[in-house]
């Protein structure tokens, strides 16, 4: 009867410490790293994000922008801050794929807990003075040898991704220049600092739409339609079929040193709040990104189709340092 009653009673120690650990919130304000600047594509979806999950976690959530590095900078900070919950990294996917394999940071994908909302896709764009005008006189001026200046929010940004992703297949050389934030590349290119730009349709789409850029081609193989502008973009693959792009899933990361019951947590608000936000919906409507909330296991499978064909895209044209295959990155 004694060892039942103890039974009883370590079981009830364990549900009620369980539960406790499930049941995890903050009890102070969380602080979101955006590693790159204000205004591009991180900062936007990060934004939308932090409003929406404040009620529910009953904390404020405060955006820090610290860009530098192609992103490396402010996701070291996370890594170095406490694993306490209260320090989040932001992003996009693929850049978690990048570090390690470019030689910027000692970190991969799998040593997170990927929280991801939104899919964002690239749009080669140029501006209305260069004389290349439409992707046939782009690219017939790649293949004659022409070094064409691209603005991009810096390697192992989506703007370079996209750029070394055609590259691989016309075999051109460019002058690369580079910017705190996809937007400032955009807003570059306006000011024909540069010819082209390659950066995702969110952090060009009021540029497209205000006639100060015009978009060539996206990079996928599906058109591309912008509220707000007459006609669709037409897909890379019209041109240069054997092109293939996953989708730049973007979100927020926890690191897995991070308690699980704290991660959990989040994943419970992630699914509550951020997958049935009409607020994020829209936004993904009114700039040509995806809505499609996923956290864990599902958020791995969905970053690891992008993050394989660009590190690999890496290694093969010599820009990578470490080799995908080293790192646990399957060859596409």
């Not at 039942?4 to 406790?20: Q, W």
């Not at 000011?191 to 990079?219: H, M, S, W, Y």
């Not at 690191?255 to 608000?269: E, L």
Request: charge should be positive; charged fraction near 15%; include cysteine.
């Amino acid at each position: 009867m004694k060892r039942l009653s103890l039974f009883v009673l370590i079981f009830l120690i364990l549900g009620a410490f369980t539960l406790s650990a499930q049941d995890w919130k903050p009890a102070k304000p969380i602080q979101i790293i955006v590693p790159w600047g204000a205004g591009g594509s991180t900062d936007q979806i990060v934004r939308l994000v932090a409003g929406e999950l404040e009620a529910e976690l009953g904390q404020k959530i405060v955006v820090v922008n610290q860009p530098g590095a192609s992103g490396s900078v402010g996701t070291n900070s996370v890594m170095q801050a406490a694993p306490d919950g209260y320090t989040w990294a932001s992003g996009a996917a693929g850049d978690l794929g990048s570090y390690k394999v470019l030689g910027f940071l000692d970190t991969k994908v799998t040593d997170w807990t990927l929280y991801l909302a939104a899919a964002n896709i690239s749009v080669i764009s140029v501006n209305n003075y260069t004389p290349y005008q439409t992707m046939d006189q782009l690219i017939a001026a790649w293949k004659a040898g022409k070094k064409i200046t691209i603005a991009t929010a810096g390697q192992a940004s989506a703007g370079h991704v996209a750029i070394e992703t055609i590259r691989k297949y016309l075999k051109f050389d460019y002058t690369h220049l580079t910017y705190n934030s996809g937007k400032e590349a955009a807003i570059s290119c306006v000011a024909g600092e540069t010819d082209l730009v390659p950066q995702l349709a969110v952090e060009q789409v009021d540029l497209i739409r205000g006639g100060k850029l015009k978009p060539l081609a996206v990079l996928g193989d599906k058109p591309l339609t912008l509220k707000g502008v007459a006609d669709p973009i037409p897909p890379i693959t019209k041109w240069l079929p054997e092109v293939k792009a996953g989708a730049n899933w973007f979100g927020i990361f926890l690191p897995n040193t991070m308690p699980a019951n704290i991660r959990d947590s989040i994943g419970k608000a992630w699914d509550k709040v951020i997958g049935n936000s009409q607020l994020i919906k829209d936004y993904c409507l009114a700039n040509g990104a995806i809505f499609g909330p996923s956290w864990g296991a599902e958020a791995q499978k969905r970053a690891m189709a992008f993050i394989s064909p660009v590190a690999w895209t890496y290694w093969e044209a010599g820009k990578a340092k470490v080799s995908p295959e080293t790192v646990g990155i399957p060859k596409p």
